[in-house]
């Protein structure tokens, strides 16, 4: 994983981290919790799915449009670019793992968004659960391969649906908030 990769995974956490502590229903603090949104803000990176935007977004398209795409626009502009890289990268797709063909799968990951379930096992995928959240050592890029080369059964191309990066470089922590300790 590079350093970039692991900042942008820390920021995540970090930023999760935050909000999920200033989520309570405490109102002990008397409600004086102020923040500052002042200053102009700019989206950097669209990062619910690791790889889309490197893999997807045709050469030629700045990728920066993709990263500050709204995403209720994500789909319909970037659906077809998507399904055109897909079938150059595997012609020979027809359907995934999951059953979608091209249009479905590109539909999917056009939209860059991480879909959260409130009453099943947060997970990229496991095998069962499909996309009901991220966890920390969920093997996202396997499964994008897998969903990309692997055909309906996920065996097809067999080289080409595993990074073999199998861990994390460090374990990750037992106790909130999770993340590995830094090297």
Known sequence: MSKTNKFKIITIALVAAVVSVNCDNDDSNGGSVSLDFSGTYVQQDQMARPAINTVFVASGQPKDDFNAAIPSAMGAKYQPIFQSRLLALNSAYTTNALGQTAAQL??????????????????????????????????????????????????????????????????????????????
Do not use: C, H
């Not at 999917?108 to 995928?125: E, N, P």
């Open 106 to 183: 590109t539909g999917l990951l056009a939209t860059d968004v991480l879909g959260v379930s409130k009453t099943a096992k947060t997970t990229f995928f496991d095998g069962t659960n499909i996309l009901t959240g991220r966890a920390l050592a969920d093997d996202v890029i396997d499964v994008e391969l897998l969903l990309i080369f692997g055909g309906s059964a996920g065996t097809s191309n067999p080289g080409l649906t595993k990074d073999n990066v199998n861990a994390n470089d460090k374990a990750f922590g037992t106790t909130f908030p999770y993340l590995a300790s830094a090297w």
